[in-house]
Nanobody
Framework: QVQLVESGGGLVQAGGSLRLSCVISGRTFSRYTMGWFRQAPGKEREFVATIASSTAYADSVKGRFTISRDNAGNAVYLQMNSLKPEDTAVYYC?????????????????WGQGTPVTVSS
């Protein structure tokens, strides 16, 4: 069974930085396409970033967020800089064995439990 565990969320002031981590169980991590999504209160879950052999970002985070992966450590990271109050959300890590970048929630069958990020103004 595939399990994903996120960590690194918290409270930060606007302009600050956070680094989210996601560790996935399993021996074939390098084959997974990984994604980060977020869901703000009262809003639908939205795409943030994805990584396979390349990366893609939502326009709202491009230039501020960086997704990376450590295949040896079965981990994916989301470095978030220049945070804004509108980045406040629960951030979810997701995984797929599809060999393409995914920007839709339905592209990913495996999900973590989420880690909350709050950016104060």
């Amino acid at each position: 069974q595939v399990q994903l565990v996120e960590s690194g969320g918290g409270l930060v002031q606007a302009g600050g930085s956070l680094r989210l981590s996601c560790v996935i169980s399993g021996r074939t991590f390098s084959r997974y396409t990984m994604g980060w999504f977020r869901q703000a209160p009262g809003k639908e879950r939205e795409f943030v970033a994805t990584i396979a052999s390349s990366t893609a970002y939502a326009d709202s985070v491009k230039g501020r967020f960086t997704i990376s992966r450590d295949n040896a450590g079965n981990a994916v990271y989301l470095q978030m800089n220049s945070l804004k109050p509108e980045d406040t959300a629960v951030y979810y890590c997701a995984a797929s064995l599809a060999a393409r970048l995914g920007v839709k929630s339905y592209d990913y069958p495996y999900w973590g439990q989420g880690t909350p990020v709050t950016v104060s103004s």
